[in-house]
């Protein structure tokens, strides 16, 4: 199991600090990977107080070029360097506010791959895609599009746009589906099976009923990882289940 903590624009150092004070006291399990996005300003800064703890760190985005006269772009190859595992790319925060196509998600997937970090590419329909019943043909073009055509290790993060933040989730048919249909596409793109993790509105109330999906691989969380409280009770849940299944 995978859990993504995405503290978006969200968080300073002394918050990071004391949300690490708490974090640090946590039981940890071997059967779950845990991997935090925060501010690109604080990658160092976490990085060294994780130092000597299985918690990952990752990148909320990076540039399809590794050098170059990019002003205010990351390279994929710099968060490797200072020791980031995962970027989080095509998030639909990207997408709408920085108008981030599915070409060029690709192109910074490919390039991340390059410098062995694993991308988590976010797709995931708008409330009326839904309304029209149109998402899975959004998702299948969008994954076609945003996906890198090379056979190397990446998530797809499911993200419905109409849950984050929201409240509002997916049933839990409806997650199954739409997983089931990603796994299938990815499929037949890469000939090999692809992890899915699910995001939008997960909480402490919600994530043992989105557990029972059977194929939901992870959580990608945004607001409730920024509350120490709630995130170790999601983070509890999520190791009740893998010790149980
Ligand atoms: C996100 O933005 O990736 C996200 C899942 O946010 P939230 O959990 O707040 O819905």
Not at 10 to 15: G, T
Not at 108 to 125: M, Q, R
Request: proline residues 3%; hydrophobic residues 35%; glycine residues 6%.
């Amino acid at each position: 199991m995978f859990i993504a903590a995405n503290w978006k624009m969200n968080l300073k150092k002394s918050d990071i600090k004391d949300f690490l004070y708490f974090l640090k006291k946590n039981d940890f399990s071997n059967k779950i990977k845990l991997c935090i996005f925060p501010q690109s300003i604080y990658l160092s800064y976490l990085i060294d107080l994780l130092e000597n703890t299985s918690v990952l760190v990752g990148g909320q985005n990076c540039y399809y070029e590794l050098s170059g006269p990019f002003t205010g772009e990351i390279s994929p190859e710099c968060l490797k360097d200072i020791g980031c595992n995962y970027v989080i790319l095509g998030h639909s925060e990207r997408r709408t506010h920085f108008k981030e196509s599915s070409t060029h998600v690709k192109m910074c997937a490919e390039t991340a791959l390059k410098t062995s970090l694993t991308p988590i590419i976010c797709v995931g329909e708008s409330y009326e895609d839904r309304m029209n019943n149109e998402e899975l043909n959004f998702i299948e073009n969008q994954i076609y599009h945003s996906i890198p055509n090379i056979e190397e290790n990446f998530y797809i993060a499911y993200e419905p746009i109409w849950s984050i933040g929201t409240g509002s989730i997916p049933t839990n048919n409806q997650i199954f589906k739409m997983h089931d249909h990603i796994k299938k596409i990815a499929f037949s793109i890469l000939k090999k099976d692809i992890k899915v993790l699910y995001g939008g509105s997960v909480s402490p109330n919600n994530i043992d009923e989105i557990l029972k999906v059977s194929n939901v691989d992870g959580v990608l969380i945004g607001g409730a990882s920024l509350k120490i409280k709630d995130f170790l009770a999601i983070y509890g849940s999520v190791a009740k289940h893998v010790n149980n299944n």
